[in-house]
Structures are given as C-alpha cells and as structure tokens.
C-alpha cells in the first residue's frame, strides 16, 4: 500500500501562489492515478483535481481550473500541486490521495473514494 505525505502548505494572501507536494513510498509509482482533494472548516471534502499515471491526463473541478495544475514526477514518487491566483475560498486543509485500480476511469475513482491518503497540509489564503 502506497503511503503518501503533503507538503508546502502555509499562509499567503490572495492572488499569490503556493506549491504543494506529496511524496509518495513504495514501488510502482506510475502505476497510481493522484488526486488532491481538500476540505475547508466545516465544509465537506472536495475535489480538486488529479493526473493519470503517465501524467498524460488530468482532470480538474470548475473552481480551479484554470488557477492550479497538477504534475508529477515518476522518478521522483513526487505529485505536485501549484496554486496561482489564489482566493479566500481556497483556504482549506489539502490532501493527497491515491489510487491502483485499474480499468477504472477517473471519474469512478472520485465518485468511489480514492484508496490511499495522506494526512493533509493546511492552506490558508488571507484577503
């Protein structure tokens, strides 16, 4: 099971930018679709948005496109996160997930829940 841990969450004002990472352990990296969801006080968890395992596919949600694009580094087990632009609303705790299903579409992924979680990084954009 892979584990997974986010990084490079902070505090900035809006319309500034931040990058979040998330290291990835175990083997077969590429095999994995990553996700980022995040979830704000009081609110339900969200999705952001995620990339296939070749990184050749992503999909994002309507309030972000646009704004953030999700890479990754298969050499590295690295998926990253950069934020630009960055609003109020966006404040939240983000987390990492993961998912080796295969012969599952994205959308299932999302819709069904991701298999592996990291343990979130906080996020707070000040206006």
């Known amino acids: 099971q892979v584990q997974l841990v986010e990084s490079g969450g902070g505090m900035v004002q809006a319309g500034g930018s931040l990058r979040l990472s998330c290291a990835a352990s175990g083997r077969s990296f590429n095999d994995y679709t990553m996700g980022w969801f995040r979830q704000a006080a009081g609110k339900e968890r969200e999705f952001v948005g995620a990339i296939s395992g070749s990184g050749g596919y992503t999909l994002y949600s309507d309030s972000v496109k646009g704004r953030f694009i999700i890479s990754r580094d298969n050499a590295k087990n690295v998926v990253y996160l950069q934020m630009t632009n960055l609003k109020s609303e966006d404040t939240a705790v983000y987390y990492c997930?993961?998912?080796?299903?295969?012969?599952?579409?994205?959308?299932?992924?999302?819709?069904?829940?991701?298999?592996?979680w990291g343990p979130g990084t906080q996020v707070t954009v000040s206006s």
């Open positions: 997930a993961a998912d080796g299903r295969r012969h599952v579409s994205m959308q299932t992924m999302i819709r069904e829940g991701f298999g592996a």
